[in-house]
Structure formats: C-alpha cells, structure tokens
C-alpha cells in the first residue's frame, strides 16, 4: 500500500507528461461539520463502495459517489512525513461548483491510506485501498 501511495505522490508532484490513471476504491466515509461550537465530532463509519479515479494527465481527483465529485487540481504541496510518521501530500482544489477546497492523501504508518476532502465548514474522509 505505501509503495501504491509514494507512486501517487511521485506521479502527481512531478507532473509526469505521460497519461497515467490511478484507480481506487473508497470503502468506509465519516465527516463532520463546523458549527456554531466548532467542529463536530466525527460520525461512525458508514460502509461504501465508491470509485476514485486520479488523472494525472488532467490535473483531476474524480469521486464516483452518489452525485459524482470532480476537482480541478491547482496546487500541490510537497509531500511529507506528519508528527504521527504518515505520509501526507495535499493539493489545494476547485470543485465543480467553483468552491476552493484541499483534498489530502495521507498513507498510514499501519498500511492503511485515507482521502480526505476538507472544505471551510464540512470535511469528509474515506478510507481507501488501490484497485
């Protein structure tokens, strides 16, 4: 799994010319919401079955859940190794509706990896495996 998310990281960092599709698929979703308190807690798990497509070539992370999720890549941070020794790179995003998000990959120490889609005042997570 960590070598699937360094191949990730190096594809869309570098900006490779050739076309390349990295296909997953998101498997459990949790998200909050910020409220007039601040951020709710996380909710449960909800099992999914949902196709993420990364297209290098086209600087797009495309979401195939109940409404299809497309966001235009515009920036990409390096990747790093957070205080908890994940992996984590993140992209800043517009989604279809014009909306500036952040859209984060973070490879777990334990194998696992997750996406999480971060806007002002909802974030959501998925837990994800390659195809």
Do not use: H
Request: aromatic fraction near 16%; include cysteine.
């Amino acid at each position: 799994m960590k070598k699937i998310f360094f191949t990730i990281v190096m594809f869309l960092c570098a900006n490779i010319l050739n076309a390349e599709v990295i296909k997953m698929t998101a498997y459990e979703l949790s998200y909050k919401s910020y409220e007039s308190y601040g951020w709710s807690d996380w909710s449960n798990w909800e099992d999914c079955n949902i196709l993420v497509v990364i297209n290098v070539d086209m600087d797009r992370i495309t979401i195939y859940s109940n409404q299809t999720q497309e966001f235009d890549i515009i920036a990409a941070e390096d990747p790093y190794v957070d205080s908890d020794g994940d992996d984590v790179i993140k992209f800043t995003c517009v989604d279809a509706d014009g909306l500036k998000c952040g859209i984060r990959f973070i490879g777990r120490s334990n194998g696992s990896a997750q996406l999480y889609c971060d806007y002002n005042d909802f974030m959501y997570v998925y837990n994800v495996r390659t195809r």
